[in-house]
């Protein structure tokens, strides 16, 4: 939100949104909606991802910045019993 100074200089509250930040989510959705199930791996949506927009794509941006427009799962149980690291899946939120 930002502070500003209305036309009779009364003073008013703006929401400002951040371009940035609605660029990678309708990005990520887009990718996400070219799955029958709206999920993929994180690794082949992190390549999707740099093929198209030339950018790389962290596991920490889809949990801070598309928070309520994805879940990131990580099944730790199997990774632990396997032994091995399983990748993230990341699916549109509520899907």
Same mark, same amino acid.
């Given at each position: +939100?930002?502070?500003?100074a209305?036309?009779?200089s009364?003073p +008013? ?15 990520v959705?887009?990718?996400? +909606? ?6 993929? @791996?994180f690794?082949d ?10 950018a ?12 309520g ?5 990580m099944?730790?149980?199997l ?8 990748t @993230?899946?990341?699916?549109i939120?509520g899907?």
């Amino acid at each position: +939100m930002e502070l500003a100074a209305g036309a009779d200089s009364e003073p +008013m509250v703006r929401l400002v949104t951040d371009d940035a930040s609605q660029a990678l989510t309708c990005s990520v959705l887009l990718i996400l +909606m070219d799955h029958s199930d709206s999920a993929v @791996p994180f690794t082949d949506l992190a390549a999707r991802y740099r093929q198209i927009f030339a950018a790389d794509l962290t596991i920490t941006q889809l949990q801070n910045e598309l928070v309520g427009f994805v879940e990131v799962e990580m099944n730790l149980l199997l990774a632990f019993f396997f032994n091995f690291l399983i990748t @993230p899946v990341v699916k549109i939120a509520g899907g």
